[in-house]
Nanobody
Framework: EVQLQASGGGLVQAGGSLRLSCEAS????????IGWFRQAPGKEREAVQC????????YYTELVKGRFTISSDSAKNTVYLQMNSLNVEDTAVYYC?????????????????WGQGTLVTVSS
């Protein structure tokens, strides 16, 4: 069974930084993509950033360009999301998910497995 464990959320002031972690079960790590998504109160879930462990390709949305960085540590089966220059609009529950990297649009891949979410709150 595939399991994802997200952690690292918390309260931070605007302009600050946080690093989220997503630990994945070993059976999927090397061939799958791990993505981060977020859902703010009253809003739909949106894609944030993704990394394909198959070839190291990374993908992101314009909302986080230049501020967030995704990385992968295969020895720890963990994907990280480094978030810098946070603003109040980044407040959300952040989820990590796993998908086979098949298709042209990463946010439309079949994200079959999801972690439990970690809350990020950015204060002004």
């Amino acid at each position: 069974e595939v399991q994802l464990q997200a952690s690292g959320g918390g309260l931070v002031q605007a302009g600050g930084s946080l690093r989220l972690s997503c630990e994945a079960s070993g059976s999927i790590f090397d061939e799958w993509a791990i993505g981060w998504f977020r859902q703010a109160p009253g809003k739909e879930r949106e894609a944030v950033q993704c990394i394909s462990n198959r070839d190291g390709s990374t993908y992101y949305t314009e909302l986080v360009k230049g501020r967030f960085t995704i990385s992968s540590d295969s020895a720890k089966n963990t994907v990280y999301l480094q978030m810098n220059s946070l603003n109040v609009e980044d407040t959300a529950v952040y989820y990590c998910a796993a998908a086979l990297p098949v298709g042209s649009n990463w946010y439309e891949w079949l994200w079959d497995y999801w972690g439990q979410g970690t809350l990020v709150t950015v204060s002004s």
